[in-house]
Structures are given as C-alpha cells and as structure tokens.
C-alpha cells in the first residue's frame, strides 16, 4: 500500500456563469369544466374540459460562458465537495487562498496633426479580473 503524502495542493476552478436569458412559457397545472355551444349555431351548453395553465419564468442558456463572472453557487459546492474528500482522506485545511484571472487591452488615439501641434495623443485602456479559483493545502491528520 503506498503511503500519501504528508502535504497536497489541489487547485478547485471557478466555473464561468452560463449565458442566456429568462422565457416566460406556459404549463398546464391542471383543467376545468367550462360550458361551452354544441355547435356554432345551437343553443345546447355542454360541459368541456379545459386546461388551466401557469405562466413561469425559466432561464434558457445560449451555450456561452461569462468571461466577466463566475457561478459563485457551482463554486461553492466544488470547494465544499473538495474538503469534504480532502477530511475523508485523512486531511487537514491549512491554507485556502484565491487567484484572479483577467484581460486588459488598450487603445492610442493618435492623430497627425496633433503631433504636428506638440499635443499629446489620447490613449484609452480597460482591463477586469475575476476569480479564476482556490489552491488549497492540506496536512495529512495526525493520529
């Protein structure tokens, strides 16, 4: 039987929030009797069952992934499903810390007759970061 290490590192990923948009549809919850003609031209009323539906809102994914923001919910569940393995194995949390990943990109508005002029040029940049994940640590138990 191999022997585990007495220290690890697992890193735990950030899920990327899932794009799309909310849809109103309509479900059926049930049915009533309404009274309705026999027929265009009678006077008869006969009794017909009819669908009773509900409005409800259900958010529909495009397939595409944020680059801006994560799933914290799904974040949440795999960094507790990894120390619950890490206990299970015989670990001990010692260090949990976040990394960050993001873009930046920049954009010189440079015109001739400015620089003709001796004015300085316009140069615009932006950039974001968001949670890539966790690196944990962990110490085997001692017995």
């Known amino acids: 039987m191999s022997e585990q290490p ?10 990327r929030l899932p794009l799309g948009k909310n849809v109103t549809k ?11 003609a026999k027929s265009l031209f009678s006077n008869t009323l006969i009794d017909v069952e ?16 944020s680059t ?10 795999r960094i ?8 299970e194995k015989g670990y001990e949390v010692i260090s949990m810390f976040d990394f960050v990943e993001g873009e ?3 954009q010189n508005y ?3 007759g400015n620089a003709a002029l001796g004015m300085p040029s ?5 950039g974001y970061s968001v949670t890539g994940g966790v690196v944990i640590t962990a110490k085997l138990k001692s017995n």
């Open 6 to 15: 007495k220290y690890i590192t697992v890193i735990v990923s950030a899920p």
């Open 80 to 87: 507790a499903a990894k120390l619950n393995s890490l206990d």
């Open 110 to 112: 440079a015109s001739p």
């Open 104 to 106: 930046f990109n920049w």
């Open 50 to 65: 009819v669908p009773v539906m509900e409005s409800f809102t259900e958010f529909e994914p495009s397939g595409k992934v």
């Open 122 to 126: 316009t140069a615009v940049s932006w």
């Open 26 to 36: 309509q479900r059926q919850v049930g049915t009533r009797m309404q009274k309705k």
């Open 68 to 77: 801006t923001q994560i799933d914290r919910a799904e974040f949440a569940e």
